[in-house]
């Protein structure tokens, strides 16, 4: 049977995500273990790599990518890293978990799709975790079973209690709302034509010189229009809220506040720290899944094409950040390889 030992998982980035995607993969995934952690702080892979039985620390991913016992790479270095990785994997036929985003740029992403198209078959999904997560998916359910009709309009809160050091206005449409440009397109099963952003008066929270709040429109391929409030210093906790205005209905996710208590003349639940408590069962369900499709040959999740089309989008969000008004989304034609 291939991968009898498990499947070997090269990570790429030991940081907030990597660090998390390496405990997982060695705590909670069946049916992969890491065989390399690679990150440009050596200390940081070998602390990692030590803790790991048949664990390899590198400096370079394409020492670790080119390594024997590496049958699969997750990707999790900065973005403007990704696409050197995606290149090296590909060029050895291997399975990809790239995280979001899959590449900063519309040029870079369409380097990645034509390597794999010129491989013939697809190796990379994106870490679009948001379509793994349990509510999101019953959401998708629902809108597909058409029980409410058409979706007419689709509202989305994406706040974060802070944003680290650096982080930008661009980011905030690259960075953050890039999970609302892929859970539009696959909940709605369209494209995103335009994007307009709007600046209210910036929270007295937001670094200087950073428009924090914003508020993103996108109208789609079929005339639907949907609206992101993207805040990234809300000061209380890591809220996502999304809500579908229906023909027949309209529906909402992200309320649940787990345990309700009622105690001092108060009642009400907590609002998670991050992503990584708010979506920890669907990071958990995406590298499972991902791991299982690719050990029976196959793929799962966003594809490299929802990579290019977020890139696409949020390339628009940003020309509209930086010049004001309404962008057109520019596409090249869909290729018959991404169905
Ligand atoms: N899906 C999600 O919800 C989610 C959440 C957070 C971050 N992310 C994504 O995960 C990726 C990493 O984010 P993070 O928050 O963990 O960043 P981070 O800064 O905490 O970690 C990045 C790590 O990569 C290392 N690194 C930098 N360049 C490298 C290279 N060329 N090769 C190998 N390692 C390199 C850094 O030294 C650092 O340890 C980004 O693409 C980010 O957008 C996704
Ligand atoms: O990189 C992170 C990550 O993608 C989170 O899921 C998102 O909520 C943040 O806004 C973003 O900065």
Redesign the pocket.
């Given at each position: 049977m291939a991968f009898q030992r498990g499947l070997g998982v090269a990570v790429?980035?030991?940081?907030?995500?990597?660090a998390d995607h390496v405990r997982r993969l060695h705590d909670v995934i069946s049916g992969a273990r890491v065989t390399a952690v690679?990150?440009?702080?050596a200390d940081?892979a070998k602390s990692l790599a030590d803790a790991i039985d048949g664990c390899t620390a590198y400096t370079e991913?394409a020492a670790a990518i080119a390594a024997d016992d590496v049958d699969a790479v997750l990707i999790?270095?900065?973005?403007p890293?990704?696409e050197a990785?995606l290149i090296e994997a590909l060029g050895r036929d291997l399975p990809v978990l790239c995280?979001?985003?899959m590449t900063p740029d519309t040029g870079s992403a369409l380097r990645v799709i034509e390597a794999e198209q010129r491989l013939g078959h697809r190796r990379v999904s994106v870490?679009f975790?948001r379509r793994f997560d349990a509510e999101y998916v019953k959401l998708k359910r629902l809108l597909d079973s058409g029980e409410l009709g058409a979706a007419l309009m689709l509202h989305q809160r994406h706040r974060n209690l802070t944003m680290p050091p650096g982080f930008t206005d661009a980011m905030l449409i690259s960075?953050s709302v890039a999970h609302e440009v892929d859970a539009t397109r696959w909940l709605l099963g369209q494209e995103i034509a335009a994007v307009t952003v709007h600046k209210p008066a910036a929270s007295s929270h937001a670094p200087a010189g950073m428009n924090d709040p914003q508020f993103v429109l996108f109208e789609t391929s079929a005339g639907a229009l949907v609206d992101v409030e993207i805040f990234g210093h809300c000061g209380y906790g890591y809220q996502v809220q999304a809500e579908a205005v229906c023909e027949r209905g309209t529906v909402r996710i992200g309320d649940e506040p787990g345990p309700r208590v009622s105690a001092d003349g108060r009642w009400g639940g907590r609002v998670p720290p991050d992503?990584i408590e708010r979506?920890e069962d669907a990071y958990d369900r995406e590298v499972q899944a991902w791991v299982d499709a690719t050990r029976r040959g196959e793929v799962t999740g966003a594809s490299a094409w929802d990579g290019y089309a977020a890139a696409a989008v949020c390339e628009a969000g940003v020309a509209s950040q930086r010049e004001g008004g309404r962008i057109e989304v520019a596409l090249v034609e869909r290729p018959a390889f991404y169905p």
């Amino acid at each position: 049977m291939a991968f009898q030992r498990g499947l070997g998982v090269a990570v790429i980035g030991t940081g907030k995500m990597g660090a998390d995607h390496v405990r997982r993969l060695h705590d909670v995934i069946s049916g992969a273990r890491v065989t390399a952690v690679v990150d440009i702080e050596a200390d940081r892979a070998k602390s990692l790599a030590d803790a790991i039985d048949g664990c390899t620390a590198y400096t370079e991913s394409a020492a670790a990518i080119a390594a024997d016992d590496v049958d699969a790479v997750l990707i999790a270095s900065p973005g403007p890293a990704h696409e050197a990785a995606l290149i090296e994997a590909l060029g050895r036929d291997l399975p990809v978990l790239c995280e979001k985003p899959m590449t900063p740029d519309t040029g870079s992403a369409l380097r990645v799709i034509e390597a794999e198209q010129r491989l013939g078959h697809r190796r990379v999904s994106v870490g679009f975790m948001r379509r793994f997560d349990a509510e999101y998916v019953k959401l998708k359910r629902l809108l597909d079973s058409g029980e409410l009709g058409a979706a007419l309009m689709l509202h989305q809160r994406h706040r974060n209690l802070t944003m680290p050091p650096g982080f930008t206005d661009a980011m905030l449409i690259s960075s953050s709302v890039a999970h609302e440009v892929d859970a539009t397109r696959w909940l709605l099963g369209q494209e995103i034509a335009a994007v307009t952003v709007h600046k209210p008066a910036a929270s007295s929270h937001a670094p200087a010189g950073m428009n924090d709040p914003q508020f993103v429109l996108f109208e789609t391929s079929a005339g639907a229009l949907v609206d992101v409030e993207i805040f990234g210093h809300c000061g209380y906790g890591y809220q996502v809220q999304a809500e579908a205005v229906c023909e027949r209905g309209t529906v909402r996710i992200g309320d649940e506040p787990g345990p309700r208590v009622s105690a001092d003349g108060r009642w009400g639940g907590r609002v998670p720290p991050d992503y990584i408590e708010r979506f920890e069962d669907a990071y958990d369900r995406e590298v499972q899944a991902w791991v299982d499709a690719t050990r029976r040959g196959e793929v799962t999740g966003a594809s490299a094409w929802d990579g290019y089309a977020a890139a696409a989008v949020c390339e628009a969000g940003v020309a509209s950040q930086r010049e004001g008004g309404r962008i057109e989304v520019a596409l090249v034609e869909r290729p018959a390889f991404y169905p």
